[in-house]
């Protein structure tokens, strides 16, 4: 019973829609409402990549602040991924990041984006805030969370 996704997981939403351009953006969420994961003991970035543009190079980095609107430092550079344009399209990729092992009060993560996005990339992001068996509130953005064990 204490393996409920919604009892153990709070989820955030990283980008508004599943249909938000890379274009421009700087990271998800948007700066000025990085997740803040401080209490929690793992942080899931889940990133569904929509359409990529031929002419666009992103590289997607989880990244942490000190605010919710500070700079973004890396947190270890092998966590970047350069999407492959040409056969990513539609592909997933997950991060897990254990909350304890990041910089001292940088508890603040974001998916930054950086490379050539001007062209119409589309992605979705998801941050999923593991407490342990602790049951946690959902946002109001979360609109039905259901469970059933049979």
Known sequence: MNNILAKNMKVMLGSAKPETAMSGVAAYPASGSYVDVSGFEYVHILAHLG??????TPT????????????????????????????????????????????????FLALATSGTLTNG???????FLENGSQPVTQPSTVVSQIEWMG
Request: aromatic share 6%; with cysteine.
């Open 51 to 56: 359409t990529l543009h031929a002419s666009d």
């Open 121 to 127: 990339s589309y992605i979705d992001v998801l941050f």
């Open 60 to 107: 997607l980095t989880p990244k942490c602040s000190d605010s919710a609107s500070g700079t973004l430092d890396v947190i270890d550079s092998s966590l970047a991924y350069e999407c492959n344009v040409t056969d990513d399209d539609g592909d997933v990729l997950m991060w897990s990041i254990e909350v304890r092992k990041l910089p001292l009060d940088h508890h």
